[in-house]
């Protein structure tokens, strides 16, 4: 079965500091897929950024960037330089790669506040 | 954005009442999916499709069914509501064979559903 950990049930930081939020991921497929999602106050979830298991490479998008590690099943998430409207809850999520239906497994979640 | 909403954003009902949420989409995607979001348990897919009236259950399917009629409808219907289906429902849908980005789910804006 496909599981997903963020151990940090909450963050609060105070702008411009770097956070990292941490997931770690446990399944028995040689492929799969990881994605981050947010969730603002306003409820509404938006996709980040989706990895695929064969592809370690790092990735930065501005100020976030991804640290994708199969050897100790880690796929973290760092914010450089926070700001007020990072504040969000940030999902963490699994899903297979074969088959089609693709089912996503999430994290608990992890409520960042940014303090002004 | 993907073109995707749900009705009503809102409801309050009684236990024992039936309640049908609807998740419309304008994207054409063959998969849609509903999940429910409750604190500490970050999303849960409770049934999904892929394709015309074609369903299957998942992680929290009991007391809940589906049915999908067209291709940019899929309604989820608590035959009796009970006070632990009080949740915030969402609606994502993806299409996992048409290419990199139809792929990811996206997800609609949630439904807030109190059962008294």
């Known amino acids: 079965a496909q599981k997903v950990t963020q151990a940090q049930t909450e963050i609060s930081v105070v702008e411009k500091e770097d956070v990292t939020l941490d997931c770690v991921y446990e399944?028995?497929?040689?492929?799969?897929?990881l994605f981050w999602y947010k969730q603002p106050p306003s409820g509404e979830l938006v996709f980040l950024i989706r990895?695929?298991?064969?592809?370690?490479q790092n990735e930065i998008s501005g100020r976030y960037s991804w640290n994708f590690q199969k050897s100790t099943s880690s796929f973290n998430f760092t914010i450089t330089a926070s700001q007020v409207v990072d504040s969000a809850v940030y999902f963490c999520a699994l899903s297979e790669a074969e088959g089609s239906a693709r089912q996503l497994t999430f994290g608990s979640g992890t409520q960042l506040t940014v303090l002004p | 954005d993907a073109g995707i909403t749900q009705s009503p954003r809102h409801k309050v009902t009684e236990t024992g009442t039936p309640v049908t949420l609807r998740c419309h989409q304008t994207e054409n995607h063959r998969y849609m999916y509903w999940y429910r979001q409750d604190p500490g348990h970050g999303l849960r897919l409770i049934h999904y499709s892929y394709g015309v009236k074609d369903t299957d259950k998942g992680e929290v399917s009991d007391g809940y069914s589906v049915s999908r009629s067209k291709t940019e409808d899929f309604l989820l219907t608590l035959e009796s509501a009970t006070s632990s289906q009080t949740s915030v429902y969402f609606c994502a849908i993806s299409d996992p064979l048409a290419g990199f980005i139809q792929e990811t789910q996206y997800f609609g804006p949630g439904t807030r559903l109190l059962v008294l």
């Open positions: 399944t028995r497929d040689t492929t799969y897929y």
């Open positions: 990895r695929n298991s064969f592809d370690e």
